[in-house]
């Protein structure tokens, strides 16, 4: 699966398939507009590849890349999520005001390209620039009919990098069940829409929903909307359960196998790298985080030590603030789950926003209270 992050004002859309060649794709179309941030954490929680569609025109690429653009927090978020890859559509290279220039091409590369590694991208692995034009579509599929146009790009095509040159995804079939809840509907009963991160399950499967350890049963399954008998870790999911409600169900829960149940807790401690916040942050503070598909509140019980972000050197310190890492203790209102980032990365993320904006980055490193499997 992929999801398609715009910088511009785009609302969130419903999921679609796509078949080229040789793969498959399941494709979210996530908004752009900073009111809509939250839905496009939940897309990017669901992708294993981003693509990044950023406007190339004189003015508008400069709006979307200056503190407090889009294409800045984009980035982040998308990385925060797990997403270990990030196409950069560098689109509208058609424009009059661009004429495919190399010059503003490279100049795109040189101004993003530092920021996207301080977000944790490696350049040389992680990140791949296309020029295209979304208009008259030249290097989508095929290149321009025009030779001239963008004939210093030696490069592939869209279509034929995420066909053919795409890095291998590592799997967890063999794990315990661990499917994140995105959504939930009831049509004869109670479906879940989800993402399966570890193991596999067959229909007529006896599973718990955490963190309410609701017993269901896995009655019929759904594989990008094709009914199916099996699922595996990768697989974007249905779920028609049996032994819970509609109304019982949130977004952020977790289906696990019965005997190896995940982690749920209201205190943890976590590795947090502050972004983006002009005031000190010190124990009360409280503000909004997003892990996977939950939405939790948390307040700041105590800041552990802060770290020195090359040698990760620690020293205690009573109040965090922006550009530094530290080590901070939080509280939730409730219980939700989660693991520590080393257990399983995609329960163990989080990104932390507080009046409309993203703040901080984090990952769980200690479970301090709660319940878990061994109890």
Not at 23 to 32: E, M, N, S, V
Not at 202 to 226: C, F, Y
Not at 298 to 309: A, G, L, S
Request: hydrophobic share 40%; aromatic share 8%; net charge neutral.
């Amino acid at each position: 699966m992929f999801v398609v992050v715009f910088s511009r004002d785009w609302q969130f859309r419903e999921r679609s398939t796509e078949n080229t060649e040789k793969k498959h794709f399941t494709i979210l179309d996530a908004p752009g507009h900073k009111s809509y941030v939250p839905n496009m954490i939940n897309g990017a929680n669901q992708a294993d590849l981003a693509v990044l569609v950023i406007s190339a025109r004189k003015g508008e690429f400069e709006t979307g890349f200056d503190r407090g653009g889009q294409t800045r927090e984009h980035a982040m978020l998308v990385k925060t999520a797990g997403v270990k890859h990030l196409v950069i559509l560098v689109n509208k290279m058609d424009d009059p005001s661009v004429a495919w220039d190399v010059e503003r091409w490279n100049e795109i590369q040189e101004r993003l390209t530092p920021y996207l590694k301080k977000c944790g991208f490696n350049p040389k692995t992680d990140i791949t620039y296309i020029p295209c034009s979304g208009l008259t579509g030249a290097f989508i599929k095929d290149r321009p009919e025009n030779s001239e146009q963008g004939s210093w790009y030696t490069g592939p095509c869209f279509i034929e990098y995420i066909d053919n040159m795409l890095p291998s995804i590592s799997r967890d079939f063999d794990g315990p069940v661990r499917c994140i809840i995105h959504d939930k509907f009831s049509e004869m009963g109670t479906v879940v829409i989800g993402k399966m991160e570890s193991g596999c399950v067959v229909k007529g499967q006896s599973l718990v929903i955490m963190p309410n350890r609701t017993v269901v049963q896995v009655m019929q399954i759904w594989s990008d909307e094709v009914e199916t008998d099996r699922v595996v870790c990768g697989d974007n999911i249905r779920f028609k359960l049996k032994g819970v409600e509609e109304a019982e169900v949130q977004n952020g829960f977790i289906i696990c196998s019965p005997d190896a149940l995940c982690s749920v807790a209201r205190v943890f401690d976590a590795e947090v790298l502050i972004m983006d916040h002009k005031s000190i942050i010190a124990p009360g503070y409280s503000c909004v985080m997003h892990i996977q598909s939950a939405i939790e509140e948390v307040v700041v019980k105590n800041v552990i030590c802060t770290m020195d972000k090359k040698t990760n050197e620690k020293k205690k310190a009573r109040f965090v603030k922006q550009d530094e890492k530290a080590i901070l203790r939080f509280e939730s209102s409730e219980l939700f789950c989660l693991e520590p980032f080393k257990v399983l990365p995609q329960l163990g993320r989080f990104t932390l926003r507080d009046e409309g904006k993203t703040i901080a980055i984090g990952k769980v490193v200690k479970v301090v209270s709660g319940t878990t499997e061994a109890n």
